[in-house]
């Protein structure tokens, strides 16, 4: 019994601090971001950063799926903050956080035109110009942009316009038309940067818009088909390697000395 008493009692002493030393290990820190457009829109966003310390931190940028929001990338985030990289979340306007303008007046995608489509692109474009002039820590010309099915298209058309191109893009059931957003012409101007698309089998049409894309692409142009989901992020949910298969293709063309 006196032995019993006694291991109870180191076990007390000894696993609060390895807790301590696993959440010290896992902590993952961001901050909020919040732009007010020239439209006086307001986009919310969030980044974070690895553990590891350094002066300068590669970037990647998340455009989500149409209808959701950026909590949606899930295990994507850590998986890219644990391997080095920064991370930034952005709510698409209409989306998540992003919904109200200055003068806090509501806005959904649910209600949205062509015309506020249209400015998704440009959105995306200011974020990325914003965070080059106000955090120095963070690297805009050494960076990824991963979209999913208007996050994609937004990607394609931002990556055209912005002067510093992204090294790589992910994009996720990109198509040539989502929401009037078109993307064969972009797609010849943004340069030789290394594309990787992810469709699912059982979305034909995705499997078909990323085949028709392919030859309007200027650089190498990779496609590759997951068994299960649909179009989108959510595929990252059903397809459990597909978020290692992004960060391992990723990482290397981002990462810095």
């Not at 799926?65 to 709510?91: C, E, N, P």
């Not at 959904?108 to 990325?128: G, R």
């Not at 142009?221 to 179009?231: F, Q, R, S």
């Amino acid at each position: 019994m006196k032995k019993f008493l006694i291991l109870i009692l180191t076990l007390m002493l000894v696993l609060p601090s390895m807790s301590f030393a696993a959440a010290k290990k896992d902590k993952v820190g961001y901050v909020g971001i919040t732009y007010e457009t020239q439209d006086n829109f307001v986009l919310k966003s969030k980044l974070f950063y690895p553990a590891q310390k350094k002066k300068v931190y590669p970037l990647v940028v998340l455009f989500h799926s149409l209808g959701y929001s950026s909590d949606y990338w899930g295990i994507l985030v850590k998986r890219f903050v644990d391997s080095g990289a920064a991370v930034l979340m952005a709510d698409l306007r209409g989306h998540g956080q992003s919904v109200y303008d200055s003068n806090f007046k509501i806005s959904s995608w649910v209600y949205y035109t062509q015309k506020d489509y249209d400015k998704y692109p440009s959105d995306a474009v200011d974020i990325l110009e914003y965070i080059a002039m106000n955090y120095k820590n963070i690297s805009t010309t050494n960076y990824a942009i991963i979209g999913a099915d208007i996050g994609a298209n937004t990607a394609i058309l931002a990556a055209e316009k912005i002067m510093n191109k992204p090294a790589c893009m992910v994009l996720i059931s990109p198509s040539r038309n989502f929401k009037g957003l078109h993307t064969s012409i972009p797609l010849t101007n943004i340069g030789q940067e290394p594309l990787l698309t992810m469709v699912s089998a059982r979305d034909r049409y995705s499997v078909s818009e990323a085949n028709a894309l392919k030859k309007f692409a200027q650089g190498t142009y990779e496609i590759k088909t997951y068994p299960a989901g649909g179009m989108g992020m959510l595929m990252l949910k059903v397809n459990p390697s597909m978020a290692d298969d992004i960060v391992n293709w990723v990482m290397p063309k981002i990462k810095m000395p």
